[in-house]
């Protein structure tokens, strides 16, 4: 079974790099402008 996740994990991985770069550049810039949003969400909408 942890080899089942590991595939997986690794399939996961494969999949998002090659989704960035078959991604334009205006999606590209786009999902940074998120990333660097990410630390700053739960002070925005949760509290």
């Known amino acids: 079974m942890g080899s089942l996740k590991r595939l997986?994990?690794?399939?996961?991985?494969a999949g998002l790099v090659v989704a960035w770069f078959s991604a334009g550049?205006?999606?590209?810039?786009y999902?940074?402008?998120?990333?660097r949003?990410?630390?700053?969400l739960p002070y925005?909408?949760?509290i």
């Open 37 to 40: 949003q990410v630390p700053y």
């Open 25 to 29: 550049e205006s999606t590209r810039r």
């Open 8 to 13: 997986l994990a690794l399939l996961a991985l």
């Open 44 to 46: 925005r909408y949760f």
């Open 31 to 35: 999902l940074k402008h998120l990333g």
